[in-house]
């Protein structure tokens, strides 16, 4: 890729022997492809906290080390050359890669078109203005073109989202929208909108465009699963142990591939939240070993490895159903052909920033450190639990492969494609099953995964919460959802709030999950917080769907 050449051209020490710091207000050297770039070319990746402390250790750098050291921006820099004799001080940021460009509407333009972006950098005039940058980016990048819809309207781009699984960033929504004035534009930064506005277009001119793909759908699924009535007794026992919910919770998600019928659904899943408003924050405290619990997974699995070498993997938003799809994939292709199953309950409300970064904090979020959840915060926090260890981002493969073959002790990579994938799913038109299926055949991470057996590490895999399809309710005008692409949860900054809206949700359910000073609102099941009427796969919320991930050890 272009710009990852370019930047690592940049900031690749020459020879080693000294450090180079880098400031790096947009994270970049947190994104994958980069990191793979600079590991070829044997520079170590550290990062700076901003102490006075720290920087001493940096004055004596191995010949042979190659060093970049990550600052943010709020890092007090002119310490660096107070403390540090011999360093160089470099900036990097998404404004100095696309230099011609708004730096604001550059940098909300998905990586996967950088180098694209670049290419149209180098041919035009500069463009200093947001509007200029956004309009030219809308016509090279997304094939919008503000005059062709101004005059014919924006039907043809609306189903173009639609059927991509896209939406065009707001910024440049927002300027396209000054021009032509059409407030159909606002469909094309929102997927699920544009789906709705695309099949009642279709619906008029009589296309009917959904309904091939429905009946394809339908003649490979199995036996649909009318009534279930021992499952939903199973879920309605009020002796039901932690233990034994867990492990009910494959059988509801076996029943959900196999087509259990929503009423079902619903009544697991009623069941299921009375489970959880009665037991959920005891369960968090309990000291039985065969509840696991994400906030304490890494210290668990950490003492059944022992002296054994273990890779850990975190598929983001993972849930049961998609893992046994997953699970079946894999071992036709070879990956694996043994599992050892568990499961655990994941931190509510199921967000990324809260459940995910309670697996590599091992805290509950109100006792969350400071600094933000991402990549550089979840690599620290494995690196300090396992000095021997290395984190990877999925991206990194060389890397990993190389830590492996370096016998590093713990080693961690989080994927977050599958995230991605769900997050387009149609549900009218695809189920979670079926997307998992096509996504375990192509993934990068089940080589991963098959590396790792083969240098003979214990291989374990899980996932920060799950997903679950719904239906728009609607979209209350207050509250953010912490998250911009989770539609299963709204938060509150006041409680006075929060009960204002009890119309469009639970408001008594509380965990002690839930970080000081935020009131979450959370939909029934099966809806979402979207435009009415719309399909989408998201999380959030508090099903079984979303709350049960799998703790799965898988063997060759």
Not at 73 to 98: A, M, R, W, Y
Not at 440 to 450: H, Q
Request: proline residues 4%.
């Amino acid at each position: 890729m272009k710009w990852v050449k370019r930047i690592a051209d940049d900031i690749s020490p020459a020879f080693g022997g000294f450090p180079t710091f880098v400031v790096d207000p947009d994270s970049l050297l947190d994104i994958p492809e980069l990191r793979e770039e600079l590991h070829k070319r044997n520079v170590t990746i550290e990062q700076w906290s901003g102490t006075a402390e720290e920087l001493p250790s940096w004055n004596r750098v191995h010949e042979d080390n190659k060093l970049v050291i990550q600052v943010s921006s709020d890092c007090p820099v002119h310490l660096i050359g107070e403390v540090v004799s011999e360093q160089v001080t470099i900036d990097i940021s998404i404004s100095k890669l696309f230099r011609k460009f708004d730096p604001e509407v550059a940098r909300h333009v998905a990586k996967e078109y950088w180098d694209m972006l670049l290419s149209l950098q180098d041919r035009e005039k500069p463009l200093r203005t947001k509007r200029e940058s956004a309009l030219v980016i809308a016509r090279a990048i997304y094939g919008i073109d503000e005059l062709y819809g101004s005059l014919h309207g924006w039907d043809s781009y609306v189903a173009g989202v639609a059927e991509s699984g896209e939406a065009i960033p707001q910024i440049i929504v927002d300027e396209l929208l000054g021009v032509s004035g059409d407030d159909k534009v606002m469909l094309l930064a929102d997927m699920s909108a544009a789906r709705l506005a695309s099949r009642q277009t279709s619906a008029a001119l009589h296309l009917a465009v959904s309904e091939p793909k429905a009946s394809i759908r339908s003649s490979k699924k199995k036996a649909i699963i009318e009534s279930v009535p021992e499952l939903v007794r199973a879920f309605r026992n009020e002796k039901l142990l932690a233990p034994d919910l867990l492990a009910l919770a494959y059988k509801y998600a076996d029943a959900v591939r196999a087509g259990l019928g929503i009423n079902d659904r619903e009544a697991c899943n009623k069941a299921f939240r009375t489970w959880l408003g009665k037991n959920y924050d005891l369960m968090l405290n309990s000291q039985n070993l065969q509840v696991l619990r994400l906030h304490r997974l890494i210290d668990q699995l950490d003492g059944e490895c022992g002296s054994d070498r273990m890779a850990f993997f975190v598929v983001d938003a993972m849930g049961l159903e998609p893992w046994l799809e997953i699970d079946r994939v894999w071992r036709q292709r070879g990956i694996h052909s043994k599992t050892i199953e568990r499961s655990a309950f994941a931190v509510i409300p199921t967000l990324t920033n809260l459940s995910r970064r309670a697996i590599f904090e091992r805290a509950l979020p109100p006792q969350f450190g400071k600094g933000i959840h991402g990549p550089s915060l979840e690599r620290s926090l494995w690196t300090q639990r396992f000095p021997d260890g290395a984190y990877f981002s999925a991206g990194e493969y060389e890397a990993f492969r190389d830590a492996l073959y370096q016998g590093k002790s713990r080693v961690a990579l989080v994927d977050v494609s599958w995230d991605k994938r769900g997050h387009s799913i149609d549900p009218d038109t695809e189920t979670i099953a079926e997307a998992a299926s096509a996504w375990a055949n192509k993934c990068a991470v089940a080589e991963a995964v098959k590396e790792a057996l083969d240098q003979g590490y214990a291989v374990y895999l899980t996932a920060d919460h799950g997903q679950i399809a719904g239906k728009g309710l609607g979209m209350p005008n207050s509250g953010s959802a912490i998250e911009d692409r989770s539609k299963r949860v709204l938060v509150f900054s006041s409680n006075a709030t929060l009960n204002s809206h009890r119309d469009f949700g639970d408001t008594e359910f509380r965990p002690i999950t839930v970080p000081n000073g935020q009131f979450p609102l959370f939909p029934a099941y099966g809806d979402s917080y979207d435009n009415k009427g719309v399909g989408s796969v998201s999380h959030g919320g508090y099903s079984i769907e979303e709350v049960i991930v799998p703790v799965v050890e898988v063997r060759k």
